[in-house]
C-alpha cells in the first residue's frame, strides 16, 4: 500500500500554486476558450468496417494522446478533469469511460474523469458541462469528447424502455426509431421533398471531397493503425463513409426503409458508424498562462426539449434560446456547423429561420451525410471543423454548432472566432 506522504506529495504536484487565490470565496464568470480538437477518421459500423475488431475506449485514448503531442506546452498534470460521452456506456464504453480513458492514455492518476450521455448531442455535452466548470472557477483545463463503436455496440443495444411510454401513450411509438421521427418532419413539413433533401444530401458529398481535395480535413485527424478486412494490417488516415460522385439520380434508386414510399433513404440520412474525438478546453487566463493557441471562445449554449416524434425540429428552439442569451440574432452567425442526422433534419432548421439550402455559411466541409455520425463524438467535429474555418475566414466573427438529439432535444453552442478584428470588444 502506498504511503498516506507518498499519495499527498503525488496529489500536490497537480495542483499549479499560481491557480490557487483563483479558488478564494468570491468568484467571477471567466471566459472559456476552445483550444484544439482532434478526431479519428469516422469508420462504418460492421464486420466490414475498418474498426472491426478494435476497442472503443482504444480509439479516444488515441484522441487523448494525440491532443497531448499537438500541445506541447501543456502539463498533463495540469489537466483538471477527463469528460468522455458514449451513448451505449457497457463494455468497452463502460466502466466511467473518462476515468479510464485518461489513465490509458497515460496522464497523471491524479487527473479525474467521468462518462456523460445525452444520446447524439454526448460529446457536445461533454464540452459543455467541462466549460462551466472552467467558467465557474472549478478547472484551468479540461479535456471533453466522445466516442461510439456501433459496431461494437448497435443503437439501442441493452435498451429497455419503459412500458408506461406506449402503455400511457406518453410518447408515439414513432419516437423510439430516429428514421421514422425523420419521416414525421417531412409529414409536419411537406415544402421539405425527398427531390430537396436528395439535392442537399449531394451537396453535403460534394463539400466533403472538396474540403479533402483542399487538405482542410486532413490535419485535424488522427491515424489509427487497424486491419482491413482482406488486406492486414495498414493505417486507417481517411474517413471511410463518404461517397464522392454521389448524384440525384443514384439516391433516387434507393429504397425508403422507414416507410413505403417514404422521403428518408440511406443516401440523404447519416450512416452507422464508429469514431471518437476530443477537445482541450481551457480558461483564457489559462491558456496565456501555458502558451496555448486561442481557436473559439465560448459565447452561449442552450439545451431544448421538444416533441420526440419529431425530435428533428430540436435545434430550432435551443437555437433561438441560446441566441437570446448571448444577445445575438441568427444574422449575426457567419458560420453553420448543423450535425446533418438526416437531412429533413437540418433543412427544417434553415427553412425556419430562413436561410436557403445552399447558403455558403452553412456547412462548408459538408456534415454526417458524408461524413458519418458516430452518436455520442460528433458534437466536437462540429466544434473542431468550426475552428477551422474560423482560422480560414477571419471576417467571420460569431458561429455556431447545433444538433439534434433523440427523444426529442436540441443542443446549441455558439463561438466568437479570435482571428475577428473585434473579437473581445463589446463581445457578447
Known sequence: MRSDQHLKEEHSVSQPAATTPARAAARSVRDVVFVDG?????????????????????LVVKCIRDLLRRNPSLPPERIDDVAIAATTQT???????????????????????FAIDRMCAGALTAVTTTASGIAFGAYDVAIAGGVEHMG?????????????FLSERLVDPAALNMGNTAENLHDRFPAITKDRTDAYAVRSQAKLAAAYAENRIQPDLVPVAGRKPGEGWTLHSADEPPRPGTTVEDLAQLRTPFRP??????????????????????????????GLPVRMRLVAYAFAGVEPEVMGIGPVPATEKALRQAGLDIEDIGLFEINEAFAVQVL??????????DDPRVNRYGGAIAVGHPLASSGVRLMTQLARQFEEDPSVRYGMTTMCIGLGMGATVIWENPHHADYGQDAA
Open 38 to 58: 482532434v478526431r479519428t477518421p469516422f469508420g462504418k459500423a460492421g464486420d466490414k468496417g475498418i474498426y472491426a475488431g478494435m476497442r472503443a475506449d482504444d
Open 348 to 357: 427544417s432548421f434553415l427553412d425556419h429561420f430562413g436561410i436557403a439550402d
Open 152 to 164: 461494437n455496440h448497435p443503437m439501442g443495444e441493452g435498451a429497455d424502455p419503459n412500458p408506461r
Open 91 to 113: 463494455g468497452d464504453q463502460g466502466l466511467t469511460i473518462g476515468r479510464t480513458a485518461a489513465l490509458l492514455a497515460g496522464l497523471p492518476r491524479t487527473v479525474p474523469g
Open 261 to 290: 414510399h417514404g422521403r428518408v433513404t440511406a443516401g440523404n440520412a447519416a450512416g452507422l458508424n464508429d469514431g471518437a474525438t476530443a477537445a482541450l478546453l481551457a480558461s483564457a487566463g489559462s491558456a496565456a498562462e501555458l
